[in-house]
C-alpha cells in the first residue's frame, strides 16, 4: 500500500525553527520528491523539490532558499525540509508529494507532476 505521511509540524514563534520529514513507502526511496504548502483561503504552492538521487534540490524562490533546506535519506525512505527564521506567512499545512512516473535525475515544481500525497502536517508560526 502506498503511504506518505508527514510529521514535525507544529507551533513555533517568528524566528524559530522546525524540521519536517516525510516517510515514504520503500518503493519511493529512488523517486523525485517536494513540498508543497497551503495556506488558509490559498491554493497550494510549491515551497521544495528533491531530485531521486539527489542531485539536484530547488525552491519556489531566494527567499526560500535562504531559510528552507530540503534533503533526503534514501535509506529510510525519507525526505526531510528544514525551516529556519520563521514567519508568520509561512503559517500553513505543509505536504510531501512523491513522482512516481518515469523521471531522471531532476526537480519537478508543479503539482500536477506528482502521483502520491501525504495528508499534510500543520505548520503555525506566531508574532
Known amino acids: 500500500q502506498v503511504q506518505v505521511a508527514e510529521s514535525g509540524g507544529g507551533l513555533v514563534q517568528a524566528g524559530g525553527s522546525l524540521g519536517l520529514s516525510c516517510a515514504t513507502s520503500?518503493?519511493?526511496?529512488?523517486?523525485?520528491m517536494a513540498w508543497f504548502r497551503q495556506a488558509p483561503g490559498m491554493g497550494r504552492e510549491f515551497v521544495a523539490a528533491?531530485?531521486?538521487?539527489?542531485?539536484?534540490?530547488?525552491y519556489a524562490d531566494s527567499t526560500m532558499k535562504a531559510r528552507f533546506a530540503i534533503s533526503r535519506d534514501s535509506a529510510k525512505n525519507t525526505a526531510y525540509l528544514r525551516m529556519d527564521s520563521l514567519e508568520t506567512e509561512d503559517t500553513a499545512t505543509y505536504y510531501c508529494?512523491?513522482?512516481?512516473?518515469?523521471?531522471?535525475?531532476?526537480?519537478?515544481?508543479?503539482?500536477?507532476?506528482?502521483?502520491?500525497w501525504g495528508q499534510g502536517t500543520q505548520v503555525t508560526v506566531s508574532s
Open positions: 528533491i531530485s531521486k538521487y539527489g542531485g539536484c534540490t530547488f
Open positions: 520503500e518503493t519511493f526511496r529512488r523517486h523525485p
Open positions: 508529494a512523491v513522482r512516481t512516473r518515469s523521471s531522471d535525475d531532476s526537480c519537478y515544481f508543479r503539482d500536477q507532476e506528482y502521483d502520491y
